[in-house]
Nanobody, 115 residues
Framework: QVQLVEKGGGLVQAGGSLRLSCAAS????????MGWYRQAPGKQREWVAS???????LYKDSVKSRFTLARANANNTVYLQMNSLKPEDSAVYYC?????????WGKGTLVTVSS
């Protein structure tokens, strides 16, 4: 079983930055993908960014120039650096770890961007 521990999040003013991290532990299959989703109040959960174990990166268009996702395979941790934050980025951010047949979610961390 894989466990995910998320850190980061909080309250920041528009234009500010935050860094989220997500560490995976347990029985980890070496070929996997980790990433972040977010869910704003009253909206569906949406994919934000993801990175494979061989560093293939993908970003949601609206965050592409502002967010940076990086991965440290040595400790199975991903980092989401969020810059130039906007109020519309406010949401609960969820880390996800997956490979075929397995899908693990973190508990979520709240990001609030004030205008």
């Amino acid at each position: 079983q894989v466990q995910l521990v998320e850190k980061g999040g909080g309250l920041v003013q528009a234009g500010g930055s935050l860094r989220l991290s997500c560490a995976a532990s347990g029985r980890i299959f070496s070929l996997n993908t980790m990433g972040w989703y977010r869910q704003a109040p009253g909206k569906q959960r949406e994919w934000v960014a993801s990175i494979t174990s061989d560093d293939m990166l993908l970003y949601k268009d609206s965050v592409k120039s502002r967010f940076t996702l990086a991965r440290a395979n040595a400790n199975n941790t991903v980092y989401l650096q969020m810059n130039s934050l906007k109020p519309e980025d406010s949401a609960v951010y969820y880390c996800k770890f997956w490979y075929p047949g397995v899908e693990i979610w973190g508990k979520g961390t709240l990001v609030t961007v004030s205008s």
